[in-house]
């Protein structure tokens, strides 16, 4: 038996960005004396979706997303996934907090600010809808500061761009929620990096990509692993594998062989905004506007006007327009796609296809596009808005996933599916949205998926509570906490 067969890592965490991050840290808190090995492809951590520029930095509060409330045939509007989207970002800002107060992150480092969000409608049905929306919505605590109105002049006093040289016969809604959020995920990221490289039992190996992994014949996961910088490839084992290699995930999860595998198909698709140039319009928006999505669009191409703090400075972005790609991360390959099918993903994938064929047109429809066309659209919601002001520019690849059905042959997955080994040594987080808003309940369903039995001990249970003062408690049914919690972390991060 070779030596490093013998000893083995404890945790390998596949990925730098925000994912494997968050679980790291908790992983140290929960057992410090566990070993971490961190392998990332590129030469800096939070490179790829985390990266403040390839994401749309929305702090995913379901405030405002129209699509996590989809209307049922008998016209009432279905709020659960919002409230469990809202919860999950109440744990996130927990957990943030957490680490704000730990100082994780330089006294300047200021990765969330609070940038209100607002839905914006227009015509009777939409209207009807976002009435009924705010209606449902407003009885839990989670939403009870959401403000409606059908008034120009209200509209106009929160987005006054979007409003100028707009009829006031125009039939518009909006919905307001004054504690939105703009987060920037890679300073996140990068704090709490930080703080794992500075334990003396946790390794980061840059430029390091992982090519194949399986199990031995110990039980352990052999893995290999390519250095980039010297072309060399080595071997390394793990107790426990984390896949959190975004868009990376999939075919690694393919690789590992694992039962739980089989059945899903991933299919790329890139995200483009327009970014505003002209300063003096960034400086008269402040919220992020989230219009509804085209018939047959998938959820994360929402057109939404945002305003973005990165580093400090203010952008204003439109999007995001999709577009067909074959590549799994932004500077993959474009035979990632092909390569991924398998005997058992094709059905599936064709199937759901056939179910969403409007989705289909749509990417091509979205791919088509002119330069004119895509900026018609901005015009909807900024009608002044000048062709020369905005430029296009690419953001993050995202794999939607589809997963084999027994009724419909196959699915879209829409949301983060969390992917467990049978044996509990392996994991890996798929999807994207609402993604890195809820990293921290994805990290603590990897856990429970995990460590079934330790995350129902005393101890951890003491230490989450440490970290997410809530934990294990319901913030959709407990007005008094909801607000008790919201206070403290909008105390605490400063928003
Ligand atoms: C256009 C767009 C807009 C979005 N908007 C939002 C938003 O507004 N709000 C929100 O909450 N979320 C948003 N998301 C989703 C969010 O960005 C992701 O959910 C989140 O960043 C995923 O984090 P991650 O750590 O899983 O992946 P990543 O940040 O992509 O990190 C994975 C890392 O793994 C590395 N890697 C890949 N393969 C390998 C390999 N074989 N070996 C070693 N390393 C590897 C990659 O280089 C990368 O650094 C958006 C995503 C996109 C693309």
């Not at 679980?23 to 566990?34: E, Q, R, T, Y």
Request: charged content about 25%; overall charge positive.
């Amino acid at each position: 038996m070779d030596k490093r067969e013998k000893n083995p890592d404890d945790f390998v965490l596949i990925g730098a960005g925000i994912m494997s991050t968050t679980l790291g840290v908790m992983i140290k808190k929960l057992m410090p004396d566990a070993t971490i090995t961190i392998y990332e492809l590129h030469d800096k951590i939070a490179d790829e979706s985390s990266n403040p520029w390839n994401n749309a930095g929305t702090g995913h509060s379901a405030f405002c997303e129209l699509n996590y409330t989809p209307e049922q045939i008998d016209g009432t509007i279905k709020i659960d996934k919002a409230l469990e989207i809202a919860s999950d970002f109440e744990i996130s800002k927990q957990f943030w907090a957490y680490l704000r107060t730990q100082n994780y992150f330089s006294k300047n480092d200021s990765f969330i600010n609070r940038v209100p969000h607002m839905s914006f409608v227009w015509g009777d049905k939409n209207i009807s809808f976002l009435r009924r929306r705010h209606l449902a919505m407003t009885n839990f605590a989670l939403f009870e500061d959401m403000k409606y109105s059908e008034n120009f002049d209200d509209i106009a006093s929160w987005v006054p761009i979007m409003m100028k040289n707009r009829s006031r016969n125009e039939k518009t809604a909006a919905t307001w929620m004054e504690i939105g959020t703009d987060v920037n995920y890679g300073i996140l990221t990068k704090g709490m990096m930080n703080y794992l490289t500075s334990c003396s039992s946790v390794n980061l190996y840059l430029k390091h990509r992982v090519d194949d992994l399986s199990k031995d014949k110990t039980g352990n996961w052999k893995i290999i692993v390519k250095d980039l910088l010297t072309g060399e490839s080595r071997i390394v084992y793990s107790k426990f594998v984390f896949l959190g290699a975004g868009g990376g995930a999939f075919p690694l999860l393919q690789k590992s062989g694992i039962l739980e595998s089989k059945g899903y198909g991933g299919f790329p698709v890139s995200g483009m905004f327009l970014r505003c140039k002209n300063k003096d319009i960034v400086n008269e928006h402040f919220a992020k506007v989230y219009g509804k999505a085209a018939e047959g669009s998938p959820p994360m191409s929402m057109p939404h006007l945002d305003l973005r703090i990165i580093d400090g400075e203010k952008s204003l972005l439109f999007g995001p327009y999709a577009g067909i790609s074959g590549k799994f991360l932004k500077r993959g390959s474009h035979w990632d796609l092909p390569k991924s099918f398998r005997l058992h993903n094709i059905y599936p994938m064709l199937a759901a296809g056939w179910h969403n064929l409007s989705l289909i047109n749509y990417l091509i429809d979205q791919a088509l596009q002119s330069r004119k066309s895509r900026f018609k659209t901005l015009q909807i919601y900024f009608p002044e808005a000048k062709i020369e002001d905005w430029e296009l520019y690419t953001a993050g690849q995202r794999v939607q996933i589809m997963k084999k059905d027994k009724k419909e042959g196959g699915v879209l997955k829409l949301g983060t599916e969390i992917i467990s080994s049978s044996d509990k040594s392996l994991a890996a987080i798929l999807g994207a949205s609402p993604g890195a808003s809820t990293s921290v309940s994805a990290m603590l369903e990897v856990l429970k998926q995990s460590f079934p039995e330790k995350m129902s001990s005393k101890e951890w249970i003491g230490t989450l509570k440490e970290m997410i003062p809530s934990y294990g408690k319901s913030l959709i049914n407990d007005a008094g906490l909801c607000k008790e919690i919201r206070n403290k972390t909008t105390h605490e991060l400063n928003l």
